[in-house]
């Protein structure tokens, strides 16, 4: 681990600990992982929000940070799931 990846991590647990919320969610497009294909849990939620909708979502081509995207579109739309 180099210098500058442990100053990254002091910085983000000092932001955690202070209540700094601005971080808590990154956006997908800059995941480490959001190249990787989509998990079978977003692929199988992406599947009941979409059917739901009335679309077709072609599951098996979606990276994660595409699927997140579409599952957060989708839950926006959606009248049955509403954030709390």
């Given at each position: 681990m180099d210098d500058n990846t442990t100053q990254n991590d002091q910085q983000d647990n000092q932001s955690a600990a202070s209540g700094d919320q601005s971080n808590t969610q990154k956006d997908p497009s800059k995941w480490v992982t959001g190249d990787e294909p989509a998990t079978g849990a977003q692929k199988s939620y992406l599947e009941t929000l979409a059917n739901?909708?009335?679309?077709?979502?072609?599951?098996?081509?979606?990276?994660?940070?595409?699927?997140?995207?579409?599952?957060?579109?989708?839950?926006?739309?959606?009248?049955?799931?509403?954030?709390?």
């Amino acid at each position: 681990m180099d210098d500058n990846t442990t100053q990254n991590d002091q910085q983000d647990n000092q932001s955690a600990a202070s209540g700094d919320q601005s971080n808590t969610q990154k956006d997908p497009s800059k995941w480490v992982t959001g190249d990787e294909p989509a998990t079978g849990a977003q692929k199988s939620y992406l599947e009941t929000l979409a059917n739901e909708a009335g679309e077709d979502i072609p599951l098996d081509e979606l990276n994660k940070a595409d699927a997140s995207k579409k599952i957060d579109e989708l839950r926006d739309e959606s009248d049955r799931v509403q954030d709390q």
